[in-house]
């Protein structure tokens, strides 16, 4: 008898009870923490829904890098001092939306039963087109991102740069144009700074592996690009660099170097092979590469930068 | 129904008219400080080229224009489709966004002696993304596309609100982001169940495949509930007008009248480009139900209010109100009146309202204060700003000549045609009770009080909010081949 | 009971739990851990309509994946937007609440 779906059923077992903590912890801290262990449960679901690319990138980005983010933030909140007790909300409102959301659960739960049989897929197409558009890419998510729906993941690189100037802009006036506040604002803790000057390298190198083989096989611009920005950020946490000054030029060009040459490489397709975000056959595999470097600098400068927030002023 | 599967003439102004923005967006962050007004200024009037291109192809071709991205074909691929409807909401765009730069160069050029100021850098480049968001949703031919787009709206709304920084205005702008993310996780929650059920995003091909399943009817549900939170309708409509009111004048030109009508010409899009197959009366009756709701309650809320802003803002959720009779009453043989009529009140109402907040915005300036109250005697000390009031009220109230006359007319005659008399009353009331908050407005300023100035209103900033609500009245004006305009591309249910 | 139907309906149940945190707590940031609750909630709804699909000598659709790919970077996002809003607001007014009645001062509200 195998063991898998045991494991199965244990899984969406400890995802939904570790989901009903972060929901109902009474505390803000420990929701968060709560929130963290579950993403990195998530990702082993998405390991059993043969799915290692979304994996990767739940586990860096939906568990990592939210999670310190929500954990700084935490820390920022208490350090803030401020919070009345919330009015906690009656009883009878309670009941009416734990109602509406067990309803709104039951119906998704009754039509996912609902779905039809034999699925309907873009496998087979993607399989078709892998030679052509496809660029001979041997990771059909890489060729979905890049090629086929290339223009949505060109648009969400600019809602990245558009987060990054929108949690600059919640600043002060007085504020602007200096760095945001360092990541650890106590003294630097010599653990962290001996795993920081071990890991960051290590880290960075795994991370442009992860980009590079991810034409092929599990991986990717967004999963590489996610571990470099957490390497930054360990190094910011260790105190061993603090974030940039807003204004600096380099950082603006490291944003937004993706989405530039992605549209630079989108117009000229028009030209060069007919029409917009097309490839021309025989370039298409080193133009991707070429475009999902840009995208790895950029997504490694932007998350840091979510991370990091506004810029403030210091006493200094 | 318009074929997918190839690119036609003049498809390649759709990815332009995408891009501009987009470019201007990243040659204004990259050098940064006062390029950003400057590339934002000059980009304006290519867009509005742009976009009268596209209505030109449109028209000239009587069907709708497509481009497939990448040269791949939808499925696999992306489809850019650009109807009558689409033309002529990119042409009102790219008018308002060039009257809202303009109306805020003043504001928020960046000062002098400083290389980049953080609400210059910020409003011009959340105005460009605006501009982008809402051109991807008027062309794009996939859910996921939009999806894409209206988070890129809401990330770009959303610091527009509380740019001034205020405690109030920062609290409105989270409230925004809360119900917005709701809404778009509510639809992305529905494309999953639409790509579950048919395989495909994009909305040809959706429509030729869709059947009433329950997997359909909860997805376009879910959707339906997303897209009613970000346009806030009744009674979701609790983010607007804290948000609305405070934002700067621009922005919530800007934001009263293109953003919210973002969302909405994607509800359009959900019920009558994919599932015009599906028996949808009941729903269509809810979503007119809710939008009397808003009338009525809009209106009134807006009579009681101090401020003027708020007063606006409230008018905002009550005529979104009337958008939503467009459901009930653009069916059966009389559609195309119907359908004539919402989208007159989008162009309408997103001129007017515009005009009216940038007049707000130059009452508050010139005076210093926005309490109805202490308007006594204004009209005589602002005169221009006082006669675009009275024109976009004119507008906003439903009286000839005016684009709100027509549509409120067109609205009336499709009740009458359709057999559906009941409708007759919300909007005859509503136009009453918007009287009622104008003449609140007006009568004020008309009176013989004296009142003096604090600052004297910029002239530029007077005409380009007179030229405005011009356009709002000249809509009253609109020929039938206008009607006709409107009409290409839209399936109508039971025609060959 | 496949793995694909359990993961969909552990999304269900994700996402009503995400739902009724989102509604219910006063506290904007735990508004927002909810609303991420929900999000993944929803991925993983995509990622069983991907697991479902596989076919032609895939073990998966791509097209879903990708699609959540692109949705975990956009939740993020917001949700860095979220936070710099709401700790903005706690430095502000040293209150984070949505409550509107403690926002609406002698200058706004409908007195008359």
Same mark, same amino acid.
């Given at each position: 008898?195998?063991?898998?779906?045991?494991?199965?059923?244990?899984?969406?077992?400890?995802?939904?009870?570790?989901?009903?903590?972060?929901?109902?912890?009474?505390?803000?801290?420990?929701?968060?923490?709560?929130?963290?262990?579950?993403?990195?449960?998530?990702?082993?679901?998405?390991?059993?829904?043969?799915?290692?690319?979304?994996?990767?990138?739940?586990?860096?980005?939906?568990?990592?890098?939210?999670?310190?983010?929500?954990?700084?933030?935490?820390?920022?909140?208490?350090?803030?001092?401020?919070?009345?007790?919330?009015?906690?909300?009656?009883?009878?409102?309670?009941?009416?939306?734990?109602?509406?959301?067990?309803?709104?659960?039951?119906?998704?739960?009754?039509?996912?039963?609902?779905?039809?049989?034999?699925?309907?897929?873009?496998?087979?197409?993607?399989?078709?087109?892998?030679?052509?558009?496809?660029?001979?890419?041997?990771?059909?998510?890489?060729?979905?991102?890049?090629?086929?729906?290339?223009?949505?993941?060109?648009?969400?690189?600019?809602?990245?740069?558009?987060?990054?100037?929108?949690?600059?802009?919640?600043?002060?006036?007085?504020?602007?144009?200096?760095?945001?506040?360092?990541?650890?604002?106590?003294?630097?803790?010599?653990?962290?700074?001996?795993?920081?000057?071990?890991?960051?390298?290590?880290?960075?190198?795994?991370?442009?592996?992860?980009?590079?083989?991810?034409?092929?096989?599990?991986?990717?611009?967004?999963?590489?690009?996610?571990?470099?920005?957490?390497?930054?950020?360990?190094?910011?946490?260790?105190?061993?660099?603090?974030?940039?000054?807003?204004?600096?030029?380099?950082?603006?060009?490291?944003?937004?170097?993706?989405?530039?040459?992605?549209?630079?490489?989108?117009?000229?397709?028009?030209?060069?092979?007919?029409?917009?975000?097309?490839?021309?056959?025989?370039?298409?595999?080193?133009?991707?590469?070429?475009?999902?470097?840009?995208?790895?600098?950029?997504?490694?400068?932007?998350?840091?930068?979510?991370?990091?927030?506004?810029?403030?002023?210091?006493?200094? | 129904?318009?074929?997918?599967?190839?690119?036609?003439?003049?498809?390649?102004?759709?990815?332009?008219?995408?891009?501009?923005?987009?470019?201007?967006?990243?040659?204004?962050?990259?050098?940064?400080?006062?390029?950003?007004?400057?590339?934002?200024?000059?980009?304006?009037?290519?867009?509005?080229?742009?976009?009268?291109?596209?209505?030109? *192809?449109?028209?000239?071709?009587?069907?709708?224009?497509?481009?497939?991205?990448?040269?791949?074909?939808?499925?696999?691929?992306?489809?850019?489709?650009?109807?009558?409807?689409?033309?002529?909401?990119?042409?009102?765009?790219?008018?308002?966004?060039? @009257?809202?730069?303009?109306?805020?160069?003043?504001?928020?050029?960046?000062?002098?002696?400083?290389?980049?100021?953080?609400?210059?850098?910020?409003?011009?480049?959340?105005?460009?993304?605006?501009?982008?968001?809402?051109?991807?949703?008027?062309?794009?031919?996939?859910?996921?596309?939009?999806?894409?787009?209206?988070?890129?709206?809401?990330?770009?709304?959303?610091?527009?609100?509380?740019?001034?920084?205020?405690?109030?205005?920062?609290?409105?702008?989270?409230?925004?982001?809360?119900?917005?993310?709701?809404?778009?996780?509510?639809?992305?929650?529905?494309?999953?169940?639409?790509?579950?059920?048919?395989?495909?995003?994009?909305?040809?091909?959706?429509?030729?495949?869709?059947?009433?399943?329950?997997?359909?009817?909860?997805?376009?549900?879910?959707?339906?509930?997303?897209?009613?939170?970000?346009?806030?309708?009744?009674?979701?409509?609790?983010?607007?007008?804290?948000? *609305?009111?405070?934002?700067?004048?621009?922005?919530?030109?800007?934001?009263?009248?293109?953003?919210?009508?973002?969302?909405?010409?994607?509800?359009?899009?959900?019920?009558?480009?994919?599932?015009?197959?599906?028996?949808?009366?009941?729903?269509?009756?809810?979503?007119?139900?809710?939008?009397?709701?808003?009338?009525?309650?809009?209106?009134?809320?807006?009579?009681?209010?101090?401020?003027?802003?708020?007063?606006?803002?409230?008018?905002?959720?009550?005529?979104?109100?009337?958008?939503?009779?467009?459901?009930?009453?653009?069916?059966?043989?009389?559609?195309?009146?119907?359908?004539?009529?919402?989208?007159?009140?989008?162009?309408?109402?997103?001129?007017?309202?515009?005009?009216?907040?940038?007049?707000?915005?130059?009452?508050?300036? @010139?005076?210093? *204060?926005?309490?109805?109250?202490?308007?006594?005697?204004?009209?005589?000390?602002?005169?221009?700003?006082?006669?675009?009031?009275?024109?976009?009220?004119?507008?906003?109230?439903?009286?000839?000549?005016?684009?709100?006359?027509? @549509?409120?007319?067109?609205?009336?005659?499709?009740?009458?045609?359709?057999?559906?008399?009941?409708?007759?009353?919300?909007?005859?009331?509503?136009?009453?009770?918007?009287?009622?908050?104008?003449?609140?407005?007006?009568?004020?300023?008309?009176?013989?009080?004296?009142?003096?100035?604090?600052?004297?209103?910029?002239?530029?900033?007077?005409?380009?909010?007179?030229?405005?609500?011009?356009?709002?009245?000249?809509?009253?004006?609109?020929?039938?081949?206008?009607?006709?305009?409107?009409?290409?591309?839209?399936?109508?249910?039971?025609?060959? | 009971?496949?793995?694909?139907?359990?993961?969909?309906?552990?999304?269900?149940?994700?996402?009503?739990?995400?739902?009724?945190?989102?509604?219910?707590?006063?506290?904007?940031?735990?508004?927002?851990?909810?609303?991420?609750?929900?999000?993944?909630?929803?991925?993983?709804?995509?990622?069983?309509?991907?697991?479902?699909?596989?076919?032609?000598?895939?073990?998966?659709?791509?097209?879903?994946?990708?699609?959540?790919?692109?949705?975990?970077?956009?939740?993020?996002?917001?949700?860095?937007?979220?936070?710099?809003?709401?700790?903005?607001?706690?430095?502000?007014?040293?209150?984070?609440?949505?409550?509107?009645?403690?926002?609406?001062?002698?200058?706004?509200?409908?007195?008359?």
């Amino acid at each position: 008898m195998s063991l898998l779906p045991i494991l199965d059923v244990v899984l969406a077992g400890l995802v939904i009870g570790v989901a009903i903590f972060t929901i109902t912890a009474r505390e803000l801290f420990a929701s968060v923490v709560g929130y963290v262990a579950y993403g990195l449960l998530l990702a082993f679901v998405w390991i059993r829904l043969y799915a290692p690319d979304v994996a990767l990138t739940e586990a860096a980005v939906g568990s990592g890098v939210t999670g310190v983010l929500l954990i700084t933030a935490g820390k920022r909140l208490g350090a803030l001092k401020n919070a009345a007790p919330e009015a906690q909300p009656g009883f009878a409102f309670k009941l009416l939306t734990g109602v509406l959301a067990a309803l709104v659960a039951s119906a998704l739960g009754a039509v996912i039963l609902m779905l039809p049989d034999p699925p309907p897929s873009l496998a087979p197409e993607a399989a078709a087109a892998a030679d052509g558009a496809g660029a001979g890419l041997g990771n059909p998510i890489t060729a979905v991102l890049m090629s086929y729906r290339s223009l949505d993941t060109m648009l969400e690189k600019i809602v990245l740069i558009l987060a990054v100037v929108g949690v600059w802009s919640v600043g002060t006036d007085k504020a602007w144009g200096s760095a945001p506040a360092p990541l650890r604002q106590q003294e630097p803790y010599a653990p962290m700074v001996f795993l920081a000057q071990m890991l960051a390298p290590v880290g960075a190198l795994i991370a442009i592996h992860i980009f590079w083989t991810g034409a092929n096989a599990p991986g990717g611009a967004f999963q590489g690009g996610a571990l470099l920005a957490a390497m930054w950020m360990v190094t910011m946490m260790a105190r061993l660099t603090d974030p940039p000054r807003i204004d600096t030029q380099w950082l603006r060009v490291a944003l937004v170097a993706g989405p530039a040459v992605f549209l630079i490489s989108g117009l000229a397709g028009e030209v060069v092979a007919g029409a917009f975000f097309a490839y021309p056959p025989s370039l298409a595999k080193p133009i991707i590469l070429f475009i999902e470097a840009f995208m790895v600098l950029s997504i490694a400068a932007a998350l840091p930068m979510l991370v990091a927030g506004p810029p403030s002023e210091r006493p200094d | 129904m318009a074929e997918s599967g190839t690119t036609t003439p003049g498809g390649y102004l759709l990815v332009l008219t995408i891009l501009l923005p987009v470019v201007g967006m990243i040659l204004s962050f990259t050098p940064g400080g006062r390029n950003a007004e400057r590339i934002a200024l000059c980009s304006t009037p290519f867009g509005f080229a742009l976009a009268c291109a596209i209505a030109f *192809h449109v028209n000239r071709a009587g069907k709708p224009i497509v481009y497939l991205v990448g040269g791949l074909p939808p499925p696999l691929g992306i489809a850019l489709r650009a109807d009558g409807i689409s033309a002529v909401m990119l042409v009102a765009a790219a008018v308002i966004v060039t @009257a809202a730069a303009f109306y805020a160069r003043p504001k928020f050029a960046t000062p002098d002696g400083v290389s980049e100021s953080r609400s210059s850098l910020t409003f011009w480049i959340m105005l460009q993304a605006i501009w982008a968001a809402l051109n991807i949703i008027f062309v794009g031919g996939d859910l996921f596309n939009l999806y894409v787009a209206l988070e890129l709206l809401t990330f770009a709304a959303v610091p527009l609100v509380c740019i001034d920084g205020r405690p109030e205005t920062i609290a409105a702008a989270l409230r925004y982001l809360l119900f917005a993310l709701f809404g778009s996780i509510s639809y992305l929650l529905g494309v999953a169940l639409f790509y579950g059920a048919h395989g495909t995003l994009d909305i040809s091909l959706l429509a030729e495949r869709v059947q009433s399943t329950p997997v359909v009817w909860t997805a376009a549900a879910l959707m339906t509930c997303g897209l009613l939170a970000k346009t806030a309708l009744f009674p979701l409509h609790l983010w607007l007008p804290p948000a *609305h009111a405070n934002a700067p004048a621009a922005a919530s030109a800007v934001l009263s009248g293109l953003v919210v009508k973002g969302s909405f010409f994607l509800t359009l899009r959900l019920w009558f480009y994919i599932l015009p197959a599906l028996p949808a009366e009941k729903v269509a009756i809810v979503l007119g139900c809710l939008g009397s709701a808003a009338i009525i309650a809009g209106s009134v809320i807006a009579l009681r209010q101090a401020r003027l802003k708020l007063l606006i803002a409230y008018s905002t959720v009550a005529q979104i109100g009337y958008l939503f009779l467009v459901f009930p009453l653009a069916t059966g043989a009389s559609s195309a009146i119907g359908w004539s009529a919402g989208v007159m009140q989008i162009l309408a109402h997103a001129f007017a309202k515009a005009a009216m907040f940038f007049s707000a915005g130059l009452l508050a300036e @010139a005076l210093g *204060h926005d309490q109805i109250v202490k308007l006594g005697g204004a009209a005589r000390v602002l005169p221009l700003t006082f006669l675009t009031i009275a024109l976009g009220g004119l507008s906003l109230v439903g009286l000839p000549p005016s684009g709100g006359f027509s @549509a409120k007319w067109l609205m009336l005659q499709a009740s009458v045609a359709s057999g559906q008399w009941v409708w007759t009353l919300p909007i005859l009331a509503g136009g009453l009770l918007a009287a009622g908050y104008v003449y609140r407005i007006l009568t004020p300023a008309l009176s013989d009080d004296q009142i003096s100035l604090v600052l004297p209103p910029k002239r530029s900033q007077e005409v380009i909010a007179l030229a405005l609500t011009a356009v709002a009245i000249a809509l009253g004006f609109a020929p039938q081949a206008f009607f006709d305009f409107l009409e290409i591309g839209r399936p109508v249910v039971g025609q060959p | 009971m496949t793995p694909s139907v359990l993961a969909g309906l552990t999304g269900a149940a994700l996402v009503g739990f995400g739902l009724y945190g989102l509604i219910l707590h006063p506290h904007p940031l735990r508004k927002l851990l909810a609303f991420n609750l929900m999000g993944s909630g929803v991925f993983l709804i995509f990622g069983i309509v991907a697991r479902r699909g596989a076919s032609a000598g895939f073990s998966f659709d791509p097209v879903p994946q990708a699609m959540v790919i692109t949705g975990i970077v956009v939740a993020f996002a917001a949700s860095a937007i979220a936070v710099a809003l709401i700790l903005r607001l706690s430095a502000e007014s040293g209150h984070v609440t949505l409550d509107p009645e403690v926002w609406t001062g002698s200058n706004g509200g409908d007195t008359m």
